[in-house]
């Protein structure tokens, strides 16, 4: 059954003047989170990483990776028009053009484009669909020159954000309110991000450049996200909960992270 701001999008489509299209990750108005992630400096507020009962942790490390949670363009089609075909009420093509209704009713347009001068450059928008509870959209973007991304519409206000959902952990909470990504790299970090964006309630994660410490997402559950951290051959579970306004963090081995520099504060 179609969600409420959803069927109002569906309604509100056919009205109203879209704003300029969006031709790339970095256009007006479109946020840019993984840029964020990667800019992102500690704040004064330290989050102190408690000790997770025993229980929590065996089932975080028992557990199978939910790949459905995360966001990754190589496993989903570059054609939208299975996606479209499905959600004719809140997006539609014409040629280069997507036009995506989100549910505060604003319009979107997103548009393609590609050039032969010099090497050559291009960026194509894929509509993937309502995701989260219907809280956000998903469009796909494809570079001529770079691993593919993705950006998301947040139906409770309209606004965009881009993140790299491809060399990136991404994965939305199951309702909407937050956005987890973990880069992955040498400089490991973590970044949680409520949505819609407030500018606070958010948490800022990162390990010593030479941990050499793995990362495989496991799922969210509820409010809380779990993950794995692997190191020498030692896993250890990480669990991140939703609080209120606050996020708490917890792991099966707090000193070995210790020992790998984890630090998590409130990001500035």
């Known amino acids: 059954m179609m969600k409420p701001s959803l069927a ?11 704003a ?5 990750f970095d256009s007006p108005p479109v946020v840019d989170l993984a840029g964020q992630l990667r800019a992102q400096a500690h704040g004064a507020r330290a ?32 054609s939208d028009a299975k996606a479209l075909a499905a959600h004719a009420g809140l997006a539609q093509r014409k040629g280069p053009l ?5 549910g505060n009713g604003s319009r979107l347009q997103f548009k393609s484009w590609r050039t032969s001068q010099g090497d050559g450059d291009s960026s194509a928008f894929a509509y993937q669909g309502p995701l989260a509870g219907g809280a956000l959209q998903r469009v796909d973007l494809w570079f001529g020159h770079d691993a593919p991304g993705s950006l998301l519409i947040d139906n409770r206000d309209g606004k965009v954000y881009f993140t790299y ?21 040498s400089d490991w970090r ?48 990480l669990r991140i909960a939703r ?11 707090p000193a070995m992270l210790a020992r ?9």
């Open 190 to 237: 973590l970044q949680l991000s409520p949505l819609p964006q407030s500018g606070q309630g958010g948490l800022f994660c990162s390990l010593r450049r030479d941990s050499g410490a793995s990362t495989v997402f496991k799922s969210w559950q509820g409010d809380a996200v779990g993950l794995e951290l692997e190191q020498g051959g030692q896993r250890v579970a």
């Open 8 to 18: 109002l999008a569906a309604l509100l489509l056919p009205l109203g003047a879209a």
């Open 243 to 253: 609080d209120g306004g606050a996020w708490r963090v917890a792991a099966s081995q």
């Open 47 to 78: 989050v102190a990483v408690q000790q997770l009962d025993t229980a929590s942790g065996d089932g975080i490390l028992r557990a199978a990776a939910d790949t459905r949670q995360r966001l990754n363009p190589m496993e989903s089609p570059k």
């Open 165 to 185: 959902s491809t060399e990136n952990i991404v994965a939305p909470a199951p309702d909407g309110k937050a956005l987890l990504q973990v880069q992955t790299e």
């Open 260 to 268: 790998l520099g984890l630090r998590c504060s409130l990001p500035r």
């Open 98 to 102: 997507l036009t995506v209704s989100a």
């Open 20 to 24: 300029a299209p969006i031709t790339n």
